[in-house]
């Protein structure tokens, strides 16, 4: 979705609000700063060669808060009413690129935070159905097993999760097949993120909650992160 179309979006959605209780009750997009998703060469990664059904994580919209970039093998052209924990509603618009089949979320999840560090993960896309984990295709935590749809906005399927992982916007630039982020929707954590983990993560090295750079470095899951928890 190009930066026009948000702004048009937003005010759309003001204005289709009409309603004082319904404009209240909407999450609007939150635009940051456009960050060019680029692979671990620093090439900017092409929509065309993200593999599918594959845990790629980048960080946005700062430079500590992990996101999923996941290609999920088919289109996902079907918008999705959510709601955050707070009870504001939004529509998710589905998938991008050249077949619609590109979405990102934040991978931090929204029971108790558990994210994808390098030394660990409880929480990644599994595509196939596990003893704890009765759906197929789903992000699962297994820290306390909430699962997400990632392709109706991570949509919580089970779980103590009380809304959907934030959504990252993405845009898609036809003529170059290149993919940028550009903002979120839905319930960011991020405020609570930094509160549970400020220290941790200074104690690590860099700025917590320094923004994202203009590119941000796109890595497979297992490259990025020693060991993955399984469930
Ligand atoms: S932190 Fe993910 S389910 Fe509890």
């Given at each position: 979705m190009q930066r026009r179309e948000f702004v048009k979006f937003c005010a759309a959605s003001a204005a289709a609000a009409g309603a004082p209780a319904v404009a209240a009750a909407d999450a609007l997009p939150t635009l940051y700063g456009r960050a060019r998703l680029v692979g671990e060469n620093g090439a900017p990664l092409k929509a065309a060669a993200v593999p599918a059904e594959r845990n790629l994580i980048f960080h946005y919209p700062f430079a500590a808060t992990p996101c999923f970039l996941l290609?999920?093998?088919?289109?996902?052209?079907a918008s999705a009413r959510l709601v955050t924990a707070d009870q504001r509603s939004y529509e998710w618009k589905g998938g991008v690129g050249p077949r619609l089949s590109i979405v990102a979320y934040s991978?931090?999840?929204?029971?108790?935070?558990?994210y994808p560090t390098r030394e660990i993960s409880f929480i990644s896309y599994r595509r196939e159905k596990s003893a704890r984990n009765k759906f197929a295709n789903v992000i699962h935590c297994?820290?306390?097993?909430s699962q997400y749809d990632p392709a109706e906005g991570?949509?919580?399927?089970?779980?103590?999760?009380?809304?959907p992982l934030a959504a990252i916007l993405l845009e898609h630039d036809?003529?170059?097949?290149e993919l940028s982020a550009v903002g979120t929707l839905g319930g960011e954590m991020f405020n609570q993120f930094f509160a549970k983990y400020e220290m941790k993560l200074a104690l690590e090295g860099g700025a917590p909650r320094a923004t994202a750079d203009t590119t941000s470095v796109v890595h497979e899951l297992e490259n990025y992160c020693r060991q993955q928890v399984r469930c």
């Open positions: 290609n999920l093998g088919r289109p996902v052209k991978a931090i999840c929204a029971h108790q935070l558990a297994c820290a306390e097993h991570a949509r919580v399927l089970a779980g103590p999760a009380p809304q036809p003529k170059t097949d």
